[in-house]
C-alpha cells in the first residue's frame, strides 16, 4: 500500500511503539523482567523523551525465539501500514533471541521503513547509528535461549519421570486448588465422559455418540472450560458450541488418563527453536498408573480399546479412495459449503461428493447435493471442449466476450473498492490527528487520564477495523488489477486443454475458480440437477446459443438417470 505520510509528518504523528516479552523460561531471570515492569519502564522512558502516541504490544507467555507472536504480528501489521515511527523494548532479547531474525528486523526492515529502534538497558539507539557491538548481544540472547532451553527441557525430563504430570488435564479432570500438580475429578464433565463410553460399549459409533451429545445440547470441551472460566489453550470461537466431532470423541475414548493413569512424554519438539510438537513414539511414554481417582474403571477401558480397534475403517485393497482432483474445487450451491468427497463402502467404484454441512450429517443444509464423480468429470469435459469449440471457431468473439466481462466487472468493483479506500485512508489520517491532539491535552492537564483511556480506546479500535478495511480493499484492488491480464492466461489454458483434451489438477487450477452444484430436481425420467463452474478471474460465463451443446444423462442406479442440463451451466 503506498504510504503518502512525509519522514517528519510520520515522526509527529506515528506511533511509539513499546514492545514488551516474557516467556515462562524468563522467569529465571528474576521480577525485573515482568510484564508490569516493563510497561513501566517503557512509559516512563517514552515520557521522559517526549515520545508521544504510545502504544503497547505485550506478548506474555512467548518464547523469544518465536517471531510468530500474536502483538509482535500486530505490530508488524502497523510498521507495514506506516503507522510505527518508533520501537522501544527494554533491551534487545525482548524483541527476539534468534540473532539471524532480530538482525534482520534491526539491520534491514527497521532502516527500510524509516522505523527508530531503541534498545533502553543496552543503550542503543538506531538514531545515534549503527551499534558495532549488537550483532554479539543477539548471538549472547540466542546462547542464552539455549541455554534456557536446555535447563527447562532438563527440569522437565526431571518432573516427567517422577511422576508429575507436564500436560494440562483432559476433558473431566481439572487442578486441585490445593495442590496443581495433582488432579480431581470435575464431576459434570465425569459424567460426559462416562456417558461416551457407555454409549460406545453399547455399539455406537463415533459419529452416532457426536450427534446423540449435539442434539442434547452438551458442551463441546472448549466451550465448557470457557463457560466455567477455565484457562485453556487451542481454538476459542466455534459458530455452534454443542457441534462434537467425531475425532473429539475418539480422542476421548482413547484416553488411557481416564484410568487414573498419568503419561507424560507424548509429544517432544525438535529444538528451542522450532517448538512444533511431533508425536513420541509408545516405548519413549513414561506412564504411572493409579496416580489420581479413575472416571472410568481399567476393564471399561481396555474393552472400549478392543471394541475401537474392531471397527476402524479399512481401506479399499484396489486403492479406490484415492483423492480426487476435483476436491476443493465444489461448493454447495445453498449454503455454500464445501463438497466432501467419499466413495460407496460396499461398491468403492462409486466416487461421489455430497454436502458436509447436510443436516443429516448435524449441519444445516437441507440437500445432500450429491454428485458422482464420474459425472462431474463428464460434465466440466464437455463445457471445456463448447469452450475450445468456440475459441476455435471464433476467436476475436470468443476474445471480445471475455473483455466486456472482465471490463465490466472490473470497472464497477474498481470504482466502488477506491472510493470505499479513499474514504478509510481519510478517516485513519484523522484518527493519528485526533490522537496525537488527545496526547498533549491529557499532558497538559486538559483531559483526565479516565478520559483519555477512554478515548483512546475508542480510537484505537476504530483504527484497527480501518486498518482491517483498508487491506482487504487494497487486496480487492491488487486482484481486479491481475484480472487485466487474466484474459490471456485463461486462453493460453484453453489452448492447453486443446493440445491435451484430458483432464489434470494443473489444468484445473489454471481455469476453474469454483463449481457449484445444486440439489436433484423432478422425479423419474425428469430428473435434472443444475452444476454452474466459475471460471478463474472472469467467473460464469455464458456461450452463445450458436455453439452446440449437448446433454449428459447418467444412469446413477438401475432405473434412475440424471440429466445434466449444460444450457444451465
Known amino acids: 500500500m503506498e504510504r503518502k505520510t512525509t519522514a517528519k509528518q510520520t515522526e509527529n504523528i506515528g506511533i511509539t511503539a513499546l514492545n514488551c516479552r516474557l516467556s515462562r523460561d524468563d522467569g529465571t531471570e528474576g521480577d525485573s523482567n515482568s510484564i508490569a515492569n516493563q510497561k513501566k519502564l517503557l512509559a516512563k522512558y517514552a515520557k521522559e523523551h517526549g515520545f508521544s502516541n504510545t502504544k503497547f504490544y505485550v506478548d506474555d507467555g512467548y518464547t523469544g525465539t518465536n517471531f510468530n507472536r500474536p502483538d509482535f504480528q500486530r505490530m508488524l501489521a502497523d510498521m507495514d501500514m506506516g503507522y510505527i515511527s518508533t520501537v522501544i523494548v527494554k533491551d534487545s532479547s525482548r524483541l527476539g533471541r534468534n540473532y539471524l531474525e532480530v538482525g534482520q528486523y534491526t539491520d534491514y526492515y527497521f532502516p527500510e521503513h524509516n522505523i527508530r529502534f531503541i534498545a533502553i538497558n543496552d543503550c542503543i539507539d538506531s538514531e545515534n547509528g549503527e551499534d558495532e557491538l549488537a550483532p554479539f548481544r543477539n548471538v549472547m540472547n540466542e546462547m542464552m535461549a539455549r541455554d534456557i532451553s536446555r535447563k527447562v527441557r532438563s527440569s522437565h525430563r526431571l518432573r516427567g519421570n517422577a511422576g ?36 460406545c460399549i453399547e455399539g455406537k459409533g463415533n459419529e452416532t455418540i457426536a450427534r446423540t451429545l449435539q442434539e442434547d445440547k452438551v458442551l463441546v470441551p472448549m466451550a465448557y472450560w470457557q463457560s466455567k472460566g477455565l484457562p485453556r489453550g487451542g481454538k476459542k470461537t466455534q459458530a455452534n458450541p454443542y457441534k462434537w466431532c467425531k475425532t473429539t470423541i475418539a480422542k476421548m475414548l482413547a484416553q488411557q488418563e481416564y484410568c487414573g493413569d498419568i503419561i507424560n512424554f507424548k509429544s517432544t519438539s525438535k529444538s528451542f527453536r522450532n517448538k512444533t510438537r511431533i508425536e513420541n513414539p509408545k516405548e519413549n511414554w513414561a506412564i504411572f498408573k493409579d496416580v489420581h481417582e479413575p472416571i ?20 479399499p485393497k484396489d486403492d479406490k479412495l484415492k483423492q480426487s482432483i476435483f476436491t476443493s474445487f465444489l461448493y454447495c450451491g445453498d449454503c455454500g459449503h464445501k ?24 449441519g444445516t443444509c437441507e440437500n445432500t ?25 471464433a476467436e476475436d468473439d470468443f476474445a471480445e466476450l471475455l473483455e466486456q466481462k472482465t471490463n ?109 452444484v445444486f440439489p436433484v430436481e423432478g422425479k423419474g425420467k425428469d430428473r435434472t440437477q443444475r452444476v454452474i463452474i466459475h471460471y478463474r478471474f472472469v467467473g460464469r460465463l455464458d456461450i452463445p446459443g450458436v455453439i452446440q451443446r449437448p446433454h449428459f444423462i447418467l444412469d446413477s442406479r438401475q432405473g434412475v438417470a440424471i440429466e445434466y442440463l449444460p444450457n444451465a451451466i
Open 296 to 315: 472410568i474403571d481399567r476393564d471399561t477401558w481396555e474393552q472400549v480399546q478392543k471394541l475401537v480397534a474392531k471397527t476402524k475403517r479399512r481401506k
Open 369 to 393: 447435493h450429491y454428485i458422482r464423480e464420474d459425472a462431474l468429470e463428464q460434465i466440466v469435459l464437455m463445457e471445456l471442449r463448447m469452450l475450445a469449440d468456440f475459441l476455435e471457431s
Open 164 to 199: 508429575e504430570p507436564l500436560a494440562p488435564p483432559p476433558y473431566g479432570y481439572m487442578k486441585s486448588p490445593e495442590n496443581n500438580k495433582r488432579w480431581i475429578i470435575d464431576a459434570e464433565a465425569a459424567e460426559v465422559v462416562r456417558r461416551v463410553y457407555r454409549l
Open 408 to 516: 465490466k466487472d472490473m470497472i464497477r468493483e474498481r470504482t466502488t473498492a477506491e472510493g470505499a479506500l479513499s474514504t478509510a485512508r481519510a478517516r485513519s489520517k484523522k484518527l493519528l490527528g485526533l490522537f496525537g491532539k488527545l496526547y498533549e491535552d491529557n499532558v497538559e492537564g486538559k483531559v483526565t487520564d479516565e478520559w483519555f483511556m477512554q478515548l483512546s480506546n475508542k480510537y484505537e479500535a476504530e483504527q484497527e477495523e480501518l486498518k482491517r478495511q483498508m487491506f482487504e480493499l487494497q487486496e480487492k484492488l491488487d486482484k481486479i488489477d491481475q484480472m487485466q491480464t487474466a484474459k490471456d492466461d485463461f486462453l493460453r489454458a484453453i489452448r492447453k486443454f486443446m493440445e491435451m483434451q484430458t483432464l489434470t489438477p494443473i489444468l484445473l487450477r489454471e481455469l476453474i475458480e469454483k463449481i457449484e
Open 339 to 362: 463438497l466432501w468427497f467419499n466413495f460407496n463402502q460396499k461398491n468403492p467404484s462409486i466416487r461421489f461428493f455430497s454436502c458436509s454441512n447436510y443436516k443429516g450429517m448435524r
